[in-house]
């Protein structure tokens, strides 16, 4: 059985691969740099520009223009920030929604025709794997709200 740490770095380069084969193989209704934003503007819920950033590893000025590509294409909207009016959030819209969800689709499509090649057994271990790595994430959501 290997170690915590190799498990952990096995993980992450089949997970990097699976990706860049659905992300090679998928026609995104827009491009994958802002399909991502947009997807962590759907998990995070509604964000700063410079919370975006941060969780992005990019620039205030980047995200901004990041932001304001969705923002034209009508996918994010810019609401009041509760906690202060100076500042505002950004919001993933219907339109945004519906686009994140035709991304996904897409994606899905790419890799199906691997999936189908798994036998029982093997899809199987996949979709309890998958529902691992679903509870992973929500431990690790919960931590970061602490």
Known sequence: MPTTTALGADLLS??????RLANQRARF???FAQARLLSTIEDQGAARISDLAALDHCSQPTMTTQVRRLEDAGLVSRIADPGDARAVL???????RA???RVRADRAAAID???E???????T????????????LEVAQSRAGE
């Open 125 to 136: 271990t996949l979709t309890d794997a998958v529902t691992v790595l679903r509870d992973l």
């Open 90 to 96: 950004i919001s993933i819209t219907e339109d945004g």
């Open 29 to 31: 209704p827009l491009p």
């Open 99 to 101: 686009t994140l969800a």
């Open 14 to 19: 089949v997970v990097a691969r699976v990706n």
């Open 113 to 115: 025709p691997f999936l």
């Open 117 to 123: 090649r798994l036998d029982s057994k093997q899809r």
